[in-house]
């Protein structure tokens, strides 16, 4: 099987090399827990503003039973309530942030971007890939509905700023994607595909030469398009990797505390969380919420997004 992470990719000088080879985190094997699921507990969606949903404080166990090990131990963890977009921030949404502050990308500023180019089964550093155009110049331009991609952590962190929002730590990210399920292998609970079908934006197929599109999809799915979590998110499963707050460490949970855990004081990658329409059961199984990748923080791919979260005391320019 062809590593479509490490194949024919050369970065350009002038930037960090991106952690592709954690992008997609080869070979993973399906963690399932034990635990019954419990009772959904109210999200309060009415204290939320326009496309953000409410997360109620709690204790979860974070982390996956017998997963690989950047994945365990499985720990307690205790959070306070926290607003969260209940979409991957969209292509029209960034678009206005740029509208209004007249902000470039990373990739705009490199001239460069990482694209999983489908058709030639490999990642490549394009020339003129961006935010507009994520799988390059001469390609569709992205749909405002769609997750806007190719956009750094750096850059994530420029329109969170600009919206009076932060991005989630990862404790935050994995609580609110298990949408009040303990320890289930996948959001919506211990089966891929229930009613026999797929229900998220993954890659259907054998990866990476054929993608049957199953899933209605091939490529990124315009956001809320499946059905929501417990808690009431769309999209924590598969269609693009999200970036997390937290510098990246694999055995961070072994020293990780209790309450509201931030992640390590440094680092030399971001975390990211969700996987995304190039994850397969063939090849990796990163569509669980416990799964975690990495990569620098200046890295932008054509499957790679992000959603951000608020704290209730704080207002926001937009929601």
Not at 267 to 278: N, P
Request: glycine share 12%; charged share 20%.
């Amino acid at each position: 099987m062809m590593d479509a992470d490490r194949t024919n990719y050369t970065p350009k000088p002038g930037r960090a090399r991106a952690s592709l080879a954690l992008v997609l985190a080869s070979s993973l094997v399906a963690a399932c827990g034990n635990s019954a699921a419990p009772a959904r507990p109210a999200t309060g969606a009415g204290n939320a503003p326009p496309g953000m949903v409410h997360i109620p404080a709690g204790t979860f166990r974070m982390g996956t039973i017998d997963g690989p090990g950047p994945e365990t131990p499985v720990h307690e963890v205790q959070l306070a309530a926290f607003l969260i977009d209940r979409t991957e921030v969209a292509v029209g949404a960034f678009a206005s942030f740029v509208a209004a502050t007249g902000y470039r990308t990373e990739a705009e500023r490199f001239g460069w971007s990482g694209v999983f180019e489908p058709a030639a089964q490999k990642w490549t550093p394009l020339n003129g890939a961006t935010w507009r155009h994520p799988d390059g110049p001469g390609r569709p331009e992205a749909a405002p509905d769609e997750p806007v991609t190719q956009v750094s952590w750096n850059d994530a962190q420029a329109f969170a700023a600009w919206a009076g929002k932060r991005l989630p730590t990862e404790a935050e990210w994995e609580y609110a994607a298990r949408g009040g399920v303990d320890q289930a292998p996948y959001v919506w609970g211990h089966d891929l595909r229930p009613g026999g079908r797929p229900v998220a934006n993954w890659w259907q197929g054998s990866f990476p030469e054929r993608d049957t599109g199953e899933d209605g999809f091939r490529g990124r799915a315009p956001v809320g398009r499946f059905a929501a979590n417990g808690f009431g998110l769309a999209d924590v499963t598969g269609n693009v990797w999200e970036w997390c707050a937290d510098w990246y460490d694999a055995g961070y949970y072994a020293r990780s505390p209790r309450t509201a855990p931030r992640g390590p004081d440094a680092g030399t990658a971001r975390a990211m969380r969700g996987g995304s329409w190039l994850c397969s059961e063939n090849y990796c199984t990163n569509y669980r919420p416990g799964a975690r990748s990495e990569a620098t923080p200046d890295t932008g791919l054509n499957n790679l997004g992000f959603r951000l979260v608020r704290d209730l005391t704080t207002t926001s320019r937009a929601s």
